[in-house]
């Protein structure tokens, strides 16, 4: 069964320029949540996906959004990028309902120079 | 306060003791609890779930869930120098969202 995939894997970006980022969960997971990651911060939840509908949305400004496919397939956009925007960004996958398992991706490691 | 707060460490354990690692949470709303695995540069592998009061184990891991405490504990029987990494508990306040601890550095020495 495969796992969680994520592209790309790294990306230097320039200020002000936007990114996409790609997540695929799981076969049969209907979930994809968004992390960022820094050393910082930690771990920090960006937001939810269930069915095509962002179900759950954390603390971030509006320049990060995201969308979810009928495949369940997500993509995460950051635009007019800052350096703080400098993160490891995780996508997690579950099935959706309480009481079940997260699994993450690799992960894409953005770099804003 | 911290939301979801773990000691910071590093927990150095020798090989073949038990390595012992805690968590308090703050939002009694919270249904599930998880405990992930990180090693250094790469993403957090989940090593044990736990929804329901009690004990729960799973190979040479065991996790502790008390909801009235607000607290999830995990254990890591024989410890072994690939155990080296940092532990991620985090907890499931609402629908899809994971909440973090900054996480326990723990180092296994030989």
């Known amino acids: 069964k495969a796992g969680v995939t994520q592209t790309p894997r790294y990306l230097i970006k320039t200020r002000g320029q936007q990114v996409t980022l790609s997540c695929s969960p799981i076969s049969g997971h209907r979930s994809v949540s968004w992390y960022q990651q820094t050393p910082g911060q930690g771990l920090q939840f960006l937001f939810e996906y269930f069915s095509e509908t962002q179900r759950n949305k954390g603390n971030f400004p509006g320049r990060f959004s995201g969308r979810q496919f009928s495949n369940s397939r997500s993509e995460m956009n950051v635009s007019t990028l800052e350096l703080g925007d400098s993160a490891l960004y995780l996508c997690?996958?579950?099935?959706?309902?309480?009481?079940?398992?997260?699994?993450f991706g690799q992960g894409t490691r953005l770099t804003v120079v | 306060q911290k939301e979801v707060e773990q000691n910071s460490g590093p927990l150095s354990v020798p090989e073949g003791a038990i390595a012992s690692l805690n968590c308090t949470y703050s939002?009694?709303?919270?249904?599930?609890f998880f405990w992930y695995r990180q090693y250094s540069g790469k993403s957090p592998e989940l090593i044990m779930f736990i929804y329901s009061n009690g004990d729960k184990e799973d190979g040479r891991f065991t996790a502790q869930l008390n909801k009235a405490s607000q607290y999830v504990s995990l254990l890591i029987r024989d410890s072994q120098p690939s155990d080296s990494a940092t532990y991620l508990c985090?907890?499931?306040?609402?629908?899809?969202?994971?909440?973090f601890g900054a996480g326990t550095q723990v180092v296994v020495t030989p």
């Open positions: 939002d009694r709303g919270s249904q599930s």
């Open positions: 985090a907890v499931n306040p609402s629908w899809g969202k994971l909440q």
């Open positions: 997690a996958s579950s099935q959706g309902t309480t009481g079940t398992e997260a699994f």
